[in-house]
């Protein structure tokens, strides 16, 4: 489908007004050489100030307004993200990647395979390595949606616009954006973690039926539950058979050992399988269910332990966590029980920062880890970092932002989460943690507008999952200052990052909190809201915004930003 050029649009609305281009300048406030340039195409990219300033000199219908608009941000060139590359190669998959990667190629007969299994049972590095496999046969790419930090369905295809290098538009749905984008494209889609965001299978399998050449390869605990989805069931690695003598040779022939092996060489480069400690090896990888997140974290030990020492410990431990209630979630009778052991095994400082770590999204930085889980010392939340990864239950990567990031895997950090609560520490650390993010995005507000936004624009979108916890977090709490605060210090952020619809919604579940507040924070909320109002073309609601906001502002004496709010009513 194709859209009108701009500059022919413009020309057009122009004729049909009766006006001349000398005209149209005079009413909308710009040069006669602009409005030629974009007509002749000279100019191909309007700001959006010129685009609104043009359509209200024309007097644009709505259903003209969002033609015009849309034509002044053309579709542009789908820009997937990078598929992640494993630090280490893929063991004992050799069968299920020919099958996935079966599936996928599959074409018009299945477009939407999804991974099912527990948690810690490899279904990421699956769909990563059939990713690779099979990328040179999606003409348009691959691309890989991280969806861990989400919370809210409504946000998953904006996720992956957003992974695909699609700007969103205030007057599209991201569904109606993704169909316009992908209905010609040949792309294959990874995504991953989709097991709390059910809800939104629906609104995927609506835009797999306007887009043929998309194929979507998704992880989940749980299958989507829609028509055309192929469900591949991931089980956990081949154990050695318990029916033949547990020789050092014939044991390294099953996936679960060699993945134990090669974990605890990482940490015990000496070690090796003997006959003397074979059995011992068998019954560990038996005994953690053969599930790869499971044997990695058993495998640490290796650096302390002997395996027979290391079997009688977790004999102790699986031996009550393991056969939990049929009702249970089977993460709770298997990973659940291998995090725990490793948790109770831990320094009592330690286990304290590993739950407290948990309130962050998308991981931290040491910054503010130090921040919220040691009272802003850095050292220490340094020596508590370094312990988690020791016990692999911090992964430690570079973000796009340059800095180190410290990251939980989610099925750990569900675990961390539980203890948190348990603890009845839950509140007061989010309380901490939304007051750490309240003050980073206030900072980031300003930065936007100075010589390093940038760099800034790359921090707030490698913290948003934080940021939209913390928020998120206020409101529950029915914090309407901080929540209003939050909404006005990231508004240019939603702006320039293409999140004015989310940004919006945000904002008014702040000011709902408390309406009948005459604060200055509530008059700075009206006003920024008034400014995302007229950003979404919503003229009558930002002009209630303004007056709302000046009326606050005026009564509380505060003139220059009353003349601020005035400026905005025009």
Partial sequence: MSVERFGDQLRRYRVAAGMTQETLAERAGLSVRGISDLERGVKQRPHPETVRLLAAALDLSADSLASFRESAAPRSR?????????????????????????????????????????????????????????????????AFVSLAGLTDPRLVLGAMAT????????????????????????????????????????????????????????????PLHVTGEQEYPVRPLALPDPARPFAS??????????????????????????????????????????????????????????????EALLGNRLGILTGGPQDHPTRHRTVRATIGWSHDLMPAAEQVAFRQLAVFVGGTTLESAAAV????????????LTALMDQSLVQRFEGTDGHA??????????????????????????DLHAAHFLQFAERGETELTGPHQADWMTRLETEYGNLRAALGWSIEREDAPASQQFGSALWRF???????????????????????????VRAQALLRRGNMAVDLADYPGARRLYEESLSLFTSLGDEVKACTALDGLG
């Avoid at 010609?184 to 039926?209: G, I, K, P, Q, S």
């Avoid at 974990?263 to 400690?277: G, K, L, S, T």
């Avoid at 889980?373 to 508590?384: E, K, P, R, S």
């Avoid at 990052?497 to 408390?514: K, P, V, Y």
Wanted: glycine share 8%.
């Fill in 405 to 430: 990031r410290f990251v939980m895997l989610e099925t750990i950090r569900e675990y961390a989460l539980e203890q948190l609560a348990l603890s009845g520490d839950d509140m007061s650390v989010r």
């Fill in 78 to 142: 789908v820009a997937p993200a990078a598929i992640p590359e494993p630090l280490t190669s893929l063991m004992g998959r050799e069968d299920e990647v020919r099958a996935v990667a079966s599936h996928v190629r599959s074409g018009p007969g299945v477009r939407l395979v999804t991974l099912t299994g527990p948690g810690g049972v490899g279904k990421t590095r699956l769909a990563i390595h059939v990713a690779n496999d099979v990328h040179g046969e999606f003409s348009d790419g691959v």
């Fill in 249 to 310: 040779g014939d044991i390294m022939l099953s996936p679960a050992v060699t993945l134990f092996v090669r974990q605890a060489r990482a940490v015990q480069p000496e070690f090796a399988v003997i006959e003397a400690n074979a059995a011992a090896v068998a019954a560990i990888c038996a005994r953690v269910d053969g599930l790869p997140l499971a044997l990695e974290l058993a495998a640490v030990r290796m650096k302390t332990l002997a395996p027979g020492e290391l």
């Fill in 373 to 384: 889980v040691a009272d802003g010392d850095t050292l220490t939340a340094l020596d508590h």
């Fill in 163 to 222: 992974a695909l290098g699609i700007r969103e538009l205030p007057d599209r749905a991201p569904l109606e954006l993704l169909s316009r984008q992908l209905q010609e494209r040949r792309l294959l889609v990874v995504m991953d973690n989709f097991e709390h965001l059910l809800a939104a299978a629906t609104d995927l399998a609506a835009l797999l039926v306007a887009c043929p050449g998309l194929s979507v390869l998704v992880t989940s605990r749980a």
């Fill in 494 to 520: 939603w702006a320039a990052s293409g999140r004015l619809n989310e940004g919006r919604d945000w904002l008014d579940r702040a000011l709902t909190l408390d309406p009948v507040d005459v604060s200055a």
